[in-house]
T-cell receptor, first 117, second 111 residues
Framework: EPEVTQTPSHQVTQMGQEVILRCVPI?????FYWYRQILGQKVEFLVS????????KSEIFDDQFSVERPDGSNFTLKIRSTKLEDSAMYFC???????????????FGPGTRLTVL | GQQVMQIPQYQHVQEGEDFTTYCNSS?????IQWYKQRPGGHPVFLIQ?????EVKKQKRLTFQFGEAKKNSSLHITATQTTDVGTYFC???????????FGSGTKLNVKP
């Protein structure tokens, strides 16, 4: 069964450093998402991406964040200068259709645990 | 801002008991989805409801979308230990592709 993959599974970084989290969405999916989940809390939407551009972004997704689809398979999230409060699990997800469609099943990857020291 | 709240936050049940979680949005949702997240795992899609008043069943799980499309519920009949996890409702505002997750209900089932 196709699945979303993410690398690395765990990233430890120093405050102020840049990190890039990588995702490989399911191959025939057109919509891509990044979410974060601080330990024990709810899943928070960061950004959605379609047709090689950002569709929507949340208040959390400020200038420190950027996303890119550098080739036909990878989807990346970059945090330019990490802060302590960026420590969280970051999930990538993908779907065939958009969230307002009548059937929008989002497939989540296993996540990258980011620890900022 | 947009809020999607769920109650209860935690629920501990004995295996075999029923369980219900309620989801309430501050604004109308175009559709609502439910996800399950096992401890240490990632969210897994369960179902999507689109129509006002819609009810869907999956084996022991019953999902309902409110008439005003601002609330939803998930009911599990005769819980099993495999039902353990956190259940999240989620949905978009009428804004395209901006997706809000509820606060989640953590279910623990004692054997």
């Amino acid at each position: 069964e196709p699945e979303v993959t993410q690398t690395p599974s765990h990233q430890v970084t120093q405050m102020g450093q840049e990190v890039i989290l990588r995702c490989v969405p399911i191959s025939n999916h057109l919509y891509f998402y990044w979410y974060r989940q601080i330990l024990g809390q709810k899943v928070e939407f960061l950004v959605s991406f379609y047709n090689n551009e950002i569709s929507e972004k949340s208040e959390i997704f400020d200038d420190q964040f950027s996303v890119e689809r550098p080739d036909g398979s990878n989807f990346t999230l970059k945090i330019r200068s990490t802060k302590l409060e960026d420590s969280a699990m970051y999930f990538c997800a993908s779907s065939e259709v958009g969230t307002t469609s009548s059937y929008n099943e989002q497939f989540f990857g296993p996540g990258t645990r980011l620890t900022v020291l | 801002g947009q809020q999607v709240m769920q109650i209860p936050q935690y629920q501990h049940v004995q295996e075999g008991e029923d369980f219900t979680t309620y989801c309430n949005s501050s604004t109308t949702l175009s559709n609502i989805q439910w996800y399950k997240q096992r401890p240490g795992g990632h969210p897994v899609f369960l179902i999507q409801l689109v129509k006002s008043g819609e009810v869907k069943k999956q084996k022991r799980l019953t999902f309902q979308f409110g008439e005003a499309k601002k609330n939803s519920s998930l009911h599990i009949t005769a819980t099993q230990t495999t039902d353990v996890g956190t259940y999240f409702c989620a949905g978009p505002l009428f804004t395209f592709n901006k997706f809000y997750f509820g606060s989640g209900t953590k279910l623990n089932v004692k054997p």
